[in-house]
């Protein structure tokens, strides 16, 4: 278990990432990964963020029934799970500095896309869904990033804010899910990461149910631009902590 401070500061992250999750539907990973791989080795706080989230989702899904349709994203979903286990390979013959680059690296180009609303759009939206979700699934296994290439894609296919945030919870609880059996057998998943998974729930709980209370009550969109600005900031220390060794 990392030291006290260590873990008062990840029970922090993990609180206003769930408050993004829970507000947005998105930006658990992608906030709290480059913040916590910055002090923490990041083969810990892959599987730890794994649990954490995929647990947390549960009352996310049950908040957006009503608005998810299977039919919109099980192709992207099937080449996400397929591809977690591929992903859980490459993560194990990464050293810690390769994952944080990678992690900044990538929450660094979903924040800057989104923040610039760059958008090309797919014309066949399933069909395109595919390599996405591929992209989604050696993401999840090897940083734990499910949701990056997914959150890029919805947004510049300019899907409707309710479907969005309804589809995206689906999406990640299913591969999330996914990632399990692959991070046992990897043996990433190991006890340690589950007993600070369980320090960390409580904090990620009162997060998302804070989160649902205000995704009526405030813009999700000044929510997400300053999560968003927050994301920045955590790409790039975690890209100049894995330069720096």
């Known amino acids: 278990m990392p030291d006290l401070p260590f873990v008062i500061g990840s029970a922090v992250t993990v609180l206003f990432a769930s408050l993004t999750q829970g507000a947005t539907g998105f930006g ?6 480059p913040i916590m791989a910055s002090y923490l080795d990041p083969k810990l706080v892959i599987p730890v963020l794994l649990i954490v989230g995929t647990t947390l989702n549960f009352p996310l899904m049950v908040h957006t029934r009503r608005e998810f349709s299977i039919a919109r994203i099980w192709p992207m979903m099937l080449a996400g799970v ?3 286990p591929i992903g859980t390979f490459i993560l194990t013959r990464l ?18 896309a989104l923040l610039l609303g760059l958008q090309r759009t797919a ?10 979700g591929a992209a989604s699934g050696l993401l999840t296994g090897a ?11 919805f947004a510049n296919q300019g899907v409707e804010q309710r479907q969005f945030r309804a589809d995206i919870i689906y999406y990640l609880a299913g591969v999330s899910l996914s990632a ?5 057998v990897a043996g990433v998943l190991t006890l340690e990461s589950v007993q600070l998974a369980a320090v960390l729930l409580p904090a990620g709980a009162a997060g998302v149910f ?14 997400r631009r300053i999560a968003l600005g927050i994301v920045l900031i955590a790409a790039v220390i975690a890209i100049t902590s894995g330069v720096t060794g």
């Open 28 to 33: 658990f990973v992608v906030i709290s990964a």
């Open 82 to 84: 397929v591809c977690t």
């Open 95 to 112: 050293d810690a500095p390769q994952i944080k680059i990678i992690l900044g690296v990538v929450t660094g180009t979903v924040a800057v």
């Open 123 to 132: 014309r066949n939206q399933r069909l395109a869904s595919i390599p996405v």
């Open 143 to 153: 940083t734990g990033l499910a949701g990056a290439p997914v959150i890029l894609f």
């Open 180 to 184: 399990f059996p692959s991070y046992a």
């Open 210 to 223: 804070g989160g649902i209370w205000l995704s009526g009550r405030i813009p999700a969109l000044v929510f």
